[in-house]
């Protein structure tokens, strides 16, 4: 039986990770796996030093407070993370899901990636956790390490769940854009969706033999499909906002794309069109890398 991983942290995203593993999982017949890792404070019960230069006395009183409250924080954050996967594995087999499993972590979450995904089809985490500001430019502190560090497809879930019909593939011709047209054109779940294929660029032979080529592996998938070079015209319009704007014009219910082409040194200097991307749209996001 195939395996969908469901990261979740309490924040407001967690349902919609949770609705989106249990369609996801109906279509695909799939077990989904839902892992709630505390963070390293949270689950430590160790007492943290804030003593300062004090009397013995006094000190050693004031380390005893902080061991128990360092252990009542750990004891309830194990207590909250016990109640989170409680909710989210009732949620789900509310559904119709019936193998459902829950993971209640004391390490990094990638950590806890890396022990469970060797034999899952799909990781799906929110796109903001419970500490990020919900401004537009924020994004979740382990997304971006999740997509970077995951082996297989990961789907950043908007929000608001919704059931997908209409697909955008930003399609680059790369190697991780035809890992994802390849894995679509397979897919139990999109099958039949309708799916539009769109390259940034310059109308090129070779940008129009690459569509093609996606557009007929597509076909074989039984998607409905339609193709668009879209040349920048404006070079003060990037990439990612005629994307974004495609998206929003023609009502797409989730973009596909590959993921962080160039090294995490070259973002710093030249930013990247993946974070870009998941900063500005507002549907879920299928990504590979």
Not at 54 to 68: C, M, N, P, Q, V
Not at 84 to 94: N, P, T, V
Request: aromatic share 6%.
């Amino acid at each position: 039986m195939s395996k969908i991983i469901a990261l979740i942290d309490g924040s407001n995203y967690s349902k919609s990770v949770c609705e989106y593993a249990a369609w996801i999982a109906r279509a695909k017949s799939s077990s989904v796996e839902v892992i709630h890792s505390l963070s390293r404070r949270d689950a430590s019960s160790v007492p943290t030093d804030m003593s300062g230069n004090i009397g013995f006395g006094a000190r050693s009183s004031l380390l005893e407070d902080l061991a128990k409250f360092d252990q009542q924080k750990s004891q309830l954050a194990q207590k909250r993370g016990r109640a989170i996967l409680e909710d989210a594995q009732a949620l789900i087999e509310k559904t119709g899901v019936k193998e459902v499993e829950t993971k209640l972590r004391k390490d990094d979450i990638i950590d806890a990636l890396h022990d469970f995904e060797e034999d899952a089809d799909l990781i799906i985490v929110g796109k903001r956790g419970e500490t990020a500001d919900f401004a537009r430019d924020h994004l979740g502190a382990n997304m971006e390490r999740i997509v970077r560090a995951s082996t297989k497809p990961v789907l950043i879930a908007s929000r608001d769940f919704k059931p997908v019909k209409k697909i955008l593939i930003a399609f680059d011709g790369g190697k991780s854009a035809i890992k994802a047209v390849e894995h679509l054109s397979k897919s139990q779940v999109f099958g039949g969706s309708i799916c539009h294929l769109i390259t940034v660029g310059e109308e090129t032979a070779q940008n129009k033999a690459a569509l093609e080529g996606a557009s007929a592996m597509l076909a074989e998938g039984g998607y409905k499909i339609t193709t668009e070079i879209s040349a920048e015209l404006d070079e003060s319009i990037p990439a990612e906002i005629i994307i974004n704007d495609k998206i929003n014009d023609d009502h797409y219910d989730m973009l596909v794309m590959g993921a962080y082409g160039h090294s995490r040194i070259r973002n710093l200097f030249i930013g990247s069109t993946t974070t870009q991307l998941l900063r500005l749209c507002q549907v879920p996001v299928l990504m590979f890398r």
